[in-house]
């Protein structure tokens, strides 16, 4: 928690005004009981007047408690401004910063902290977290206050009302402490339900059309019924356990109230007392145990807020696991879609972090020259996916080495590596923007010319001509409004607009038929005759005229070769060739 308060340091003037109003608040709350004793013993009863009353001192002093409530209610008021203004930004940079860290993780930490769970931080915790500090800035001083205030208020009244408070106060101090070292550790339980909640959640709103597919809808309802009863579960063992305390402390309450009236009833019949000072002391006692009961709630909300203060913590002292180094090279190499750049693999081995070791790609040495298309083939599961990951470094390898240009990824800056790819996936990732806007994250400065022509290498000009609003067409969430095709084919042209050294299709054109996919490598390689291509794909042909086609097979390099050569010397490739291309009739030729 020490290390989010500095977000506080730029609002340390709201944190400062906000009490301070409310001192002011709370300091003409406790000036009403001692003036409405006033107004019982000198403007009803007459005390010092021989039992004459005073209409005009209750008039006077009555206007004077109206006066004192407006000054305190805009103290109040003012307060609560600067309160929020403080809490809310306090709230808004932290969240910037969680996103900010979020953006920077890598795919093996974003999968350890789960979407579900990355989306409750970055929302109801910071939300819990923000509550936290405004009961700090409003709340403590609010209830301390009026905790200490009252009781030296009773104390300057009578002695003996004093020994009544602190009769109550053990028995309501113990019941606080039990009830919130009995909710503290459920907090943080609630939290992860809460994740759980959101996770199901998150997988079934992006799933939807597999869970109608294959009509699992009422499995879905039961696996988020089950999740949201756990939910449920502990909120309501948090709120039940709470539950008891209130009724508690109001038979304390009750019970000091009465003694209270009973000490001042002996007072009075003895003067020692006067009935004005005995209902200002009633008043005091309810100011000072209420306040002990808005603690508990204040700790309550402050645990709530340490719990999920830790965990927005998490994140930030997560550091990412990509950490980039500082080489940037040359800048307007990345502009020239006619220079290429070398990748060369060298004895590299991989596997994911939570595989236990297994490797996905084993001892790979390969190089690939500038303006070279390469394209890799294997079997589902060979390691096709991991190969490219480890360019841009999605993920680091586990042994070896990649080298961009002679130096490896390691040690550039990560920003500039990833500047030099482009990168288009199966799974075409869409954003609820125009056409023109989607395509345009692969360069934000390109032209419309540059846009356009973009899309036609891409073979997407022809369709997007049929929309109505042709490239100012919006798309559906998840790009639901288009084809399987389609949506490749805008990443397609996103990626090539971005002009990189090198451009990954990592199983791009799958949902392409072959006179499309033809045209668009046509295109590609007229336009771009010098980038760096690697092409992941399932068909053989698909890639069939690319420079060189390594096969993979079991996480090793099987063959690497042209096609023509390794339909003569790689009996994997014959294999795959004859089982997807060969028909009676057909030579290898």
Excluded at 159 to 182: D, E, H, Q, R
Excluded at 458 to 466: L, S
Excluded at 513 to 521: I, M, P
């Amino acid at each position: 928690m020490q290390k989010l308060l500095k977000y506080l340091k730029k609002y340390w003037l709201f944190a400062v005004i906000a009490p301070l109003f409310m001192c002011g608040e709370v300091f003409m709350d406790l000036q009403q009981p001692r003036l409405m004793s006033i107004i019982v013993d000198e403007g009803v009863l007459g005390l010092s007047n021989q039992g004459i009353g005073n209409l005009s001192l209750v008039i006077t002093t009555g206007i004077k408690m109206v006066l004192f409530v407006a000054v305190g209610g805009i103290c109040g008021v003012l307060s609560g401004v600067f309160a929020n203004q403080c809490s809310q930004n306090f709230g808004n940079d932290i969240r910037k910063d969680v996103f900010k860290r979020m953006m920077s993780f890598s795919f093996e930490q974003t999968d350890h902290f789960s979407t579900g769970s990355l989306i409750t931080r970055v929302t109801n915790d910071i939300t819990q977290l923000q509550n936290f500090i405004m009961q700090c800035i409003r709340g403590f001083v609010r209830t301390f206050m009026l905790f200490f205030g009252g009781i030296i208020s009773m104390l300057l009244l009578d002695l003996n009302f004093g020994i009544v408070v602190l009769c109550a106060l053990p028995f309501v101090i113990i019941m606080v402490l039990f009830f919130i070292s009995k909710a503290n550790p459920m907090f943080g339980i609630l939290q992860e339900k809460l994740d759980t909640v959101n996770h199901v959640i998150q997988e079934n709103i992006s799933g939807s059309r597999v869970v109608k597919a294959y009509v699992k809808e009422d499995y879905e309802k039961d696996r988020f019924r089950t999740a949201n009863y756990a939910l449920i579960d502990t909120q309501l063992r948090i709120l039940i356990l709470l539950s008891y305390m209130t009724p508690l402390m109001n038979i304390v309450l009750n019970i000091s109230i009465v003694a209270i009236i009973q000490v001042g009833a002996i007072e009075v019949r003895a003067n020692a007392a006067t009935p004005g000072n005995v209902m200002a002391a009633i008043t005091y006692l309810s100011q000072i145990l209420n306040a002990l009961m808005r603690m508990a709630m204040i700790f309550q909300t402050a645990s709530r807020g340490m719990a999920s203060g830790k965990r927005i913590q998490e994140v930030l002292d997560c550091m990412p696991a990509i950490q980039g180094g500082n080489y940037t090279g040359q800048k307007t190499a990345v502009q020239d879609s006619n220079i290429g750049s070398q990748i060369e693999f060298k004895n590299v081995s991989f596997s994911y972090p939570e595989s236990n070791g297994q490797l996905v790609l084993n001892h790979i040495n390969l190089t690939v020259y500038p303006g070279e298309t390469l394209a890799v083939l294997g079997a589902t599961g060979c390691g096709k996916s991991s190969f490219i990951n480890l360019i841009p470094r999605f993920y680091d390898v586990t042994a070896g080495e990649i080298l961009i240009d002679g130096i490896n990824v390691k040690d550039y800056d990560v920003t500039f590596l990833r500047s030099k790819i482009a990168i288009a996936l199966q799974k075409s990732e869409l954003f609820c923007s125009s056409i023109e806007e989607n395509i345009r994250w692969g360069n934000p400065n390109a032209s419309k010319e540059e846009v356009e022509k973009a899309a036609a290498i891409a073979q997407a000009a022809e369709f997007i001509q049929k929309k109505e609003n042709g490239m100012k067409t919006l798309i559906a969430e998840k790009g639901m409004n288009l084809s399987g095709g389609q949506k490749q084919r805008l990443a397609i042209s996103r990626a090539i607009l971005k002009n990189a050294a090198i451009l990954i299709f990592d199983d791009t054109t799958s949902a392409l038929d072959l006179k499309t996919e033809a045209k668009l490598y046509q295109a590609l390689q007229k336009e771009y005759p010098g980038t760096t291509k690697i092409i992941i794909a399932q068909r053989i042909a698909s890639v069939k005229n690319a420079d060189r086609i390594a096969v993979l097979e079991n996480g090793q390099i099987a063959a690497c070769n042209t096609h023509e050569n390794l339909l003569k010397y790689s009996e994997i490739y014959r294999d795959i060739y004859d089982s997807q291309l060969k028909t009676e009739g057909e030579n290898h030729e």
